[in-house]
């Protein structure tokens, strides 16, 4: 089944202490993207990537860091997670990254940080 | 850089009852626009989406949106709701330099 996966699927720590939200998508996309949501405030993007070894920031990167080593596959780490990014977040995928491309979303890593 | 308005937050209707969900965008080059629909405990997937050609566009489960350019608008319709329409509604637009903006959503709840 076509499909992005996100691990955990719900965390809770504490101010400080480093974290990896990991994803991954069997679509063979070359577009990845991290997006945060927020009441009010819908989902802005943290980071996305156009294809392997190619990441950029999106609207709100501050305090978050990703790599992209393998297509299938775009952590998002928080090396000092603070309690205004507890959060709901969504990693989502694209054939291309084209301005047309459908995105397909993850189920989404609920993150509360204490 | 670009933004994307959805005026109504939270809208509640009885089954059987019409659907018009604004979504306003500024930016007046050339956009791209969807909709995205996230049921309870789902992730989002998309509704429909419009690049060119017909601006009205129909997509899954009934639902239509139509693009008008001179409101810079793309709001989200359906003739009659099911109790299965609950969901929060989220548009989305692009721009050709690939600046993806998304509004803050609006909750829709369906009294059965």
């Known amino acids: 089944e076509a499909q992005v996966t996100q691990n955990p699927r719900y965390l809770i720590t504490v101010t400080g202490k480093k974290l990896t939200v990991t994803c991954s998508q069997n679509?063979?996309?070359?577009?990845m993207s991290w997006y945060r949501q927020d009441p009010g405030l819908g989902l802005r993007q943290i980071y996305y990537s156009m294809n392997v070894e190619v990441t950029d920031k999106g609207d709100v990167p501050e305090g978050y860091k990703v790599s992209r080593k393998e297509k299938r596959n775009f952590p998002l780490i928080l090396e000092s997670p603070s309690p205004n990014q507890t959060s709901l977040y969504f990693c989502?995928?694209?054939?291309?990254?084209?301005?047309?491309?459908?995105?397909?979303f993850g189920p989404g890593t609920r993150l509360t940080v204490l | 850089a670009q933004s994307v308005s959805q005026h109504n937050h939270h809208v509640i209707l009885s089954e059987a009852a019409s659907l018009e969900l604004g979504c306003n965008y500024s930016?007046?080059?050339?956009?791209?626009l969807f909709w995205y629909v996230q049921y309870p405990g789902q992730h989002l997937q998309l509704l429909l989406k419009y690049f060119s050609g017909d601006p009205l566009v129909k997509g899954i489960k009934g639902f239509e949106a139509e693009f008008i350019k001179s409101k810079f608008s793309f709001n989200l319709r359906k003739p009659s709701v099911q109790w299965s329409d609950t969901a929060e509604y989220f548009c989305a637009v692009n721009d050709n330099n690939n600046d993806m903006r998304f509004g803050a959503g609006t909750r829709l709840t369906v009294k059965p």
């Open positions: 930016y007046g080059g050339t956009v791209n």
């Open positions: 679509m063979n996309h070359e577009y």
């Open positions: 989502a995928s694209s054939l291309t990254g084209g301005v047309t491309d459908t995105q397909y």
